[in-house]
């Protein structure tokens, strides 16, 4: 893990040295990109999830396209390169080829999502305590 500016330490699960260049110590900042993260993605993944049920590979791919970007402004830049290669899979694969790597990014969301609420209340009471 690596020391924020402000002395905040994010999960060693996130790229701490991008968030700290992203949100440049300002934790106030951070904490309402975090909650929009969690108020966003459940909205998005819903888009994810029906464009996979209903075989439908252009909106399955912008769709992951669109999670990809918010896993980035929480510092999850390993999922967010995830989501880039599923998204390029869906123009050149199958609904059926892309399973075990919906699975697979099914399960790194639920993990993700698991760190941020948890990161998200460290965020809040950092900010209370050193507001």
Known sequence: MQNFRT??????????????????????????????FLRDLPVYWDRVEAAYDGKNL???GTSVHTCKTLFGYVG????????????????VNTVEELRLDYIR?????????????????RLREFNEANG
Do not use: W
């Open 7 to 36: 002395g905040f330490v994010f999960d060693e699960s996130l790229n701490a040295s991008f968030l700290a260049e992203l949100f440049d110590g300002d934790t106030l900042y951070a904490e309402t990109v975090f909650e929009d």
């Open 76 to 91: 999850f830049t390993d999922l967010q390169e995830l989501c880039q290669q599923f998204e390029n899979k869906c123009s």
């Open 105 to 121: 990014l099914i399960q790194r969301k639920e993990r993700a999502q698991h760190i941020i609420e948890k990161e998200y209340g």
């Open 58 to 60: 252009p909106v399955l």
